[in-house]
């Protein structure tokens, strides 16, 4: 090997990174950081998930070389880069698609159904039982048990529950909006943190919870969900094809991806998570480091990697190919 994905050789690509950011990148950072290391083996990166605004601060004022944010980098954030980043300031770009599923503990529950109406209900506490009508109605000839439904959420505020708000606020039923937090539900049982969501759901009888795809696993059923044509499993399938389903948009502040709001085969609930970068860095190496762990990241490579071991999807093809061309603009002052 004499060279890296950035163009640079491999002699020139040394050094450690320092990024900090949302807890939702903390397993596809893992994975790219091990085979990035791997490959260009003088490098190094460490990554605390302390939080997108946490990590885009640290960015802003030189304590990370990147930050993995919740979402776009706004005109107003990338204002608050230029005194670090050069006269641009930062930029940022989509890296991985979470995708967010409505995980199941009943055993007598599978392939249920579960429309947005019928969610909203159960959340917000008035649909009680398996066997509600509103739940047989969706799964005709479906024997249902009729254990009650216990809802499961967490009350730290995190972008997974802003999805799944979004979501359900699509039916005219959801009527406490789209929101970090959940509303409170009288028969809802609350954790504090969305990582404590799995254990709880597999010790509660009747538990039902929104989840990333890297906490369900193989360890519990999921309903499937409609996004405006027939219901739809989430599976790594069903989430790329709705993925590549989505919308590109360049803009100052870099590329922004959106999922589709309807989708027939795709699986279209999930967290679209950005990592930002500088236009500038203060040096010829350390642009040429943070440089090449951008393209690995968007490499074929680093998405197959991303998808197998942290359980995440791709961007579209048409978001990676534009991410990798601002990626490639990444310059150094002197």
């Given at each position: 090997m004499t060279s890296c994905?950035?163009?640079?050789?491999?002699?020139?690509?040394?050094?450690?990174?320092?990024?900090?950011?949302?807890?939702?990148?903390?397993?596809?950072?893992?994975?790219?950081?091990?085979?990035?290391?791997?490959?260009?083996?003088?490098?190094?990166?460490?990554?605390?998930?302390?939080?997108?605004?946490?990590?885009?601060?640290?960015?802003?004022?030189?304590?990370?070389?990147?930050?993995?944010l919740d979402g776009p980098l706004t005109p107003e954030q990338q204002n608050q880069t230029k005194d670090v980043c050069g006269?641009?300031?930062?930029f940022s770009v989509p890296v991985s698609v979470t995708s967010i599923g409505v995980a199941l503990n009943n055993p007598s529950l599978r392939n249920v159904r579960l429309s947005r109406e019928?969610?909203?209900?159960?959340?917000?506490?008035s649909i009680k039982r398996w066997d509600a009508p509103e739940i047989a109605d969706i799964n005709p000839g479906t024997?249902?048990?009729?254990?009650?439904i216990v809802p499961i959420t967490a009350t730290e505020p995190s972008v997974?529950?802003?999805?799944?708000?979004?979501?359900?606020?699509?039916?005219?039923?959801?009527?406490?909006?789209?929101?970090?937090?959940?509303?409170?539900?009288?028969?809802?049982?609350?954790?504090?943190?969305?990582?404590?969501?799995?254990?709880?759901?597999?010790?509660?009888?009747?538990g039902i919870a929104f989840m990333d795809l890297g906490a369900i696993g193989s360890r519990f059923e999921t309903a499937l969900l409609?996004?405006?044509?027939?219901?739809?499993?989430?599976?790594?399938?069903?989430?790329?094809?709705a993925a590549q389903e989505g919308s590109t948009r360049k803009l100052p502040t870099g590329v922004e991806f959106t999922l589709p709001e309807t989708s027939d085969q795709g699986y279209a609930l999930g967290v679209v998570s950005y990592q930002a970068f500088c236009t500038e860095y203060s040096n010829h190496q350390l642009s040429t480091l943070v440089k090449s762990w951008g393209d690995y990241v968007l490499s074929p490579d680093g998405q197959v990697t991303s998808t197998y071991f942290a359980n995440v999807t791709s961007p579209s093809e048409e978001a990676v190919r534009e991410s990798k061309r601002l990626i490639d603009t990444i310059g150094d002052a002197q």
């Open positions: 994905s950035s163009g640079a050789p491999v002699s020139e690509v040394r050094g450690s990174l320092t990024a900090i950011g949302t807890p939702v990148q903390k397993d596809p950072i893992g994975a790219w950081s091990n085979a990035w290391s791997k490959e260009l083996t003088a490098t190094s990166l460490n990554y605390s998930p302390d939080g997108s605004n946490v990590g885009l601060t640290a960015l802003a004022t030189r304590q990370a070389y990147f930050a993995a006269p641009e300031g930062a019928v969610l909203a209900g159960i959340f917000s506490g024997s249902l048990p009729s254990d009650d997974e529950t802003e999805a799944a708000t979004r979501y359900l606020s699509a039916d005219a039923a959801w009527t406490s909006g789209v929101s970090a937090t959940w509303p409170k539900a009288e028969n809802a049982v609350t954790v504090k943190k969305h990582s404590d969501l799995a254990d709880k759901v597999d010790k509660t009888a009747g409609s996004f405006g044509g027939g219901y739809v499993r989430m599976s790594k399938d069903s989430a790329t094809v």
